[in-house]
């Protein structure tokens, strides 16, 4: 079920008790070959698997979020953590006047704002919310060999990207760089790349996409 489908009364009754599921992204620097969309049309396809779902609401994607590391570059937009924590909190507010069993946030951007700030939410809103990163599910991808590295613009959402939307990979412009260790200080490379999006492949992308799915729908079903 897609919760922007319905009219505010079928809301009430079509929510109540049921998991909303929102796929949480940004508008977000991505290197030279990846467009701003990124983390927010990752998050949205891997999703859409439950519009047919009776038990979760899919709620629509959420194309900005607290920004840190990025924030400094040209086209990333976005609140930075402190505005974010009010502006999240009145979200899952209303989200809570539909009377849900759980709010789950599935973050394309999996950042540590995302994170401390969630885990401060879940207290407030009595262990009501919960979330899945893809951070941490990139992690277990290359540990399971799908990809070779890990990285923000990197191997992985390059070859998401190729599989969900190649018209917008400019793989012509990709280069490998990295994040110095102490980035907060010194700022991130150049290009805004930490990884290597040069060993992206669409096949790659297409056992990603499944990984990701499977990794949500276990979590929900634990719910």
């Given at each position: 079920?897609?919760?922007?489908?319905?009219?505010?009364?079928?809301a009430?009754?079509?929510?109540k008790?049921?998991?909303?599921?929102?796929?949480?992204?940004?508008?977000e620097?991505?290197?030279?070959?990846?467009p701003?969309?990124?983390?927010?049309?990752?998050?949205?396809?891997?999703?859409?698997?439950f519009?047919?779902?009776?038990?979760?609401?899919?709620?629509?994607?959420?194309?900005?979020?607290?920004?840190?590391?990025?924030?400094?570059?040209?086209?990333?937009?976005?609140?930075?953590?402190?505005?974010?924590?009010?502006?999240?909190r009145?979200?899952?507010?209303?989200?809570?006047?539909?009377?849900?069993?759980?709010?789950?946030f599935?973050?394309?951007?999996?950042?540590?704002?995302?994170?401390?700030?969630?885990?401060k939410m879940k207290e407030?809103?009595e262990?009501?919310?919960?979330?899945?990163?893809?951070?941490?599910?990139?992690?277990?991808?290359?540990?399971?060999?799908?990809?070779?590295?890990?990285?923000h613009?990197?191997?992985?959402?390059?070859s998401?990207?190729?599989?969900?939307?190649?018209?917008?990979?400019?793989m012509k412009?990709?280069i490998?760089?990295?994040?110095?260790?102490?980035?907060n200080?010194?700022?991130i490379?150049k290009?805004?790349i930490?990884?290597?999006p040069?060993?992206?492949?669409?096949?790659?992308?297409k056992k990603l996409?499944?990984?990701?799915r499977?990794?949500?729908?276990?979590?929900?079903?634990s719910?």
């Open positions: 079920m897609k919760l922007d489908e319905m009219s505010w009364d079928e009430i009754v079509k929510c008790n049921k998991i909303i599921l929102v796929p949480h992204g940004s508008t620097e991505h290197g030279y070959h990846l701003l969309k990124t983390d927010a049309l990752v998050a949205e396809k891997i999703c859409e698997i519009y047919d779902s009776k038990g979760v609401v899919v709620a629509p994607v959420m194309n900005y979020t607290g920004l840190k590391a990025t924030k400094q570059m040209p086209g990333t937009v976005g609140p930075n953590p402190a505005e974010y924590e009010p502006w999240l009145a979200i899952i507010s209303d989200f809570m006047k539909l009377k849900p069993k759980k709010v789950f599935f973050l394309g951007h999996d950042g540590s704002t995302q994170r401390r700030i969630l885990d407030e809103f262990d009501k919310i919960k979330y899945l990163g893809a951070s941490s599910i990139d992690k277990e991808a290359h540990e399971a060999g799908i990809t070779e590295s890990v990285g613009a990197g191997e992985g959402e390059t998401l990207m190729l599989y969900l939307d190649s018209e917008c990979v400019k412009k990709a490998d760089e990295k994040w110095p260790e102490n980035y200080e010194l700022g490379s290009s805004g930490n990884g290597k040069t060993m992206a492949t669409v096949e790659k992308g996409l499944e990984f990701y499977q990794k949500l729908k276990k979590a929900l079903q719910l």
